[in-house]
């Protein structure tokens, strides 16, 4: 899946693309197969097939080509494989830090929360037994090291100096392929299971933890690739919860909140958040930064249905979603209905999640024992009657006095009540501080839903705040590539890896 960081600075807005999960939306924007095989540097014009030892299929985020890297195996862990390409600024201290980080910290933090331990397989009448999905990605790939591989690299882009864009590091899943040309595409295969990580300037000391965050990002959608997978299911998980489970990732690593993301969310930059903009329907939304809505919702609306969970289901809850039989909203039904046995549907998770975005705080329904969100997100409320929202999309507006919404009809737009205490009023006349109107329509796909608002003026008070200007900030911000190249989706991608798995 590809990535992208964006980073705001004091004069302009930059983007900083980061690829992930599965490169093969590129193969819509390629040119043809004969100028790649002629073009790979080391290797003569009819070489089709194996890579020498130390070398790897990597791709120029400039030209869009492939191209050959050769690379020093310059670590080893216990569970890792760390290479370097040559010449870079990598040395064999960073490179066993990096092992070293990987096999005590990363490996094991994301194992307990996205895989379940001990993974017996069938595969033509022989059984295996794999320790956790990780490993069974490692055979996936045709490898039997138990190692990922890890290739520390100068991404070709567009990087030459501080505020440029550059690619941070991505994970392809057609590596899981045999190594070569992917048949019927300009696409190419490392034949392992692996991540690539920039050097110049993603390898920075001094922020070296963001790093190995947007590593533990990654990583989790590699371990979601692989799940699919191992599960046979026919298509891979909806976009946004496997953006969701990544963004846990990034929490479960730094053992805190991204806050880059929960200020976006207070802030609303973009004024598009307050007009319904989150994650549920992908990048609907105009405008570069409209995107990094989806990134904050997600986040947010994951950490609340862990925050939501006693202890007992906290630890089990990403894994009861990676492993689900479903790759749709119905996977998370199947975990919220255990928090609440009456979250059982999709309608009355999303309502309680707005509620909670108005009133964090709430004992009932709120973002429990995280102080930090509880401080500091909120919602603002818009002007108007009336506002087109698209599946899952929800708007809010002050109430000024009883309100009277029309009975719902064969539509999905639903309407409640919100107060600063525990109330959540779903009966006309609502009277309550703010009427919560939204989209419950669980299909995704389906068209966009008028709904009415109070009418309501917002005070200035209330509105988005002036000092949120884009012009006051310089955060990074992960995302995929797809959303910047608009075309191609990873179930797509998911089902390229099928057609070929056999070849």
Same mark, same amino acid.
């Given at each position: 899946m590809f990535g992208v960081y964006y980073v705001l600075t004091m004069k302009k807005q930059i983007k900083v693309l980061f690829i992930g999960l599965l490169a093969a939306v590129l193969v819509l924007l390629l040119p043809s197969c004969d100028y790649f095989l002629n073009n790979l540097p080391g290797k003569s014009n009819n070489s089709l097939s194996f890579l020498d030892e130390g070398e790897f299929y990597a791709q120029n985020m400039n030209t869009r080509k492939f191209y050959v890297v050769k690379a020093? @195996? @310059? *670590? %080893?862990g216990d569970r890792c494989a760390i290479w370097a390409e040559k010449g870079s600024a990598v040395t064999n201290a960073m490179a066993n830090d990096f092992a070293a980080k990987f096999d005590n910290v990363i490996r094991p933090k994301m194992v307990n929360a996205f895989s379940e331990k001990n993974l017996p397989y069938i595969n033509k009448g022989i059984t295996y037994n794999f320790d956790d999905i990780l490993d069974y990605?490692? !055979? @996936?790939a045709g490898r039997d090291d138990n190692k990922l591989t890890i290739l520390l690299l100068d991404i070709k882009d567009e990087y030459k100096k501080l505020g440029d864009t550059y690619v941070a590091g991505y994970f392809s899943g057609v590596n899981f392929l045999e190594q070569g040309r992917i048949s019927g595409t300009d696409m190419y295969s490392n034949g392992r299971d692996m991540i690539y990580i920039d050097t110049k300037p993603g390898l920075n000391p001094s922020n070296i933890e963001k790093t190995y965050a947007t590593f533990a990002h990654e990583l989790q959608h590699l371990m979601n690739f692989a799940s699919s997978e191992y599960l046979s299911r026919p298509s891979s998980m909806d976009l946004w919860i496997n953006e969701g489970l990544s963004s846990q990732a990034e929490h479960i690593y730094l053992n805190g909140n991204p806050k880059e993301k929960c200020e976006w969310f207070r802030d609303d930059r973009n004024g598009t958040i307050a007009k319904g903009n989150n994650f549920f329907v992908w990048d609907n939304h105009a405008g570069d930064m409209a995107i990094l809505d989806e990134y904050a919702t997600v986040y947010l609306f994951f950490r609340w249905l862990y925050l939501? *969970? +006693?202890a007992g289901l906290q630890e089990q809850l990403f894994k009861n979603i990676i492993n689900s039989s479903y790759s749709d909203y119905r996977s998370i039904i199947m975990s919220t209905?255990?928090?609440n046995a $009456? !979250? +059982?549907? !999709? %309608?009355t998770v999303l309502k309680f999640w707005f509620a909670a975005n108005h009133h964090? $705080? $709430? $004992?009932?329904?709120g973002y429990k024992n995280d102080d930090y969100i509880k401080n500091t997100i909120k919602v603002h409320p818009i002007d108007g009657t009336k506002i087109l929202l698209a599946p899952g999309e929800g708007v809010y507006s002050i109430i000024d006095g009883p309100v009277s919404q029309p009975s719902t009809g064969t539509g999905y737009i639903r309407y409640a009540g919100l107060d600063k205490t525990n109330a959540v009023n779903t009966v006309s006349p609502f009277n309550q501080d703010m009427l919560l109107t939204f989209n419950a329509n669980s299909n995704k796909n389906a068209s966009s839903e008028q709904g009415n608002l109070t009418g309501t003026e917002v005070p200035v008070s209330a509105s988005i705040s002036e000092s949120a200007n884009l012009d006051t900030h310089a955060e990074s911000y992960v995302m995929d590539a797809w959303d910047i190249l608009g075309r191609g989706n990873e179930e797509d991608m998911y089902r390229l890896y099928l057609k070929n798995r056999g070849n």
């Open positions: 020093n @195996l @310059l *670590a %080893e990605a490692n !055979w @996936l939501q *969970a +006693d209905q255990k928090i $009456s !979250w +059982d549907n !999709w %309608e964090p $705080s $709430s $004992s009932n329904f």
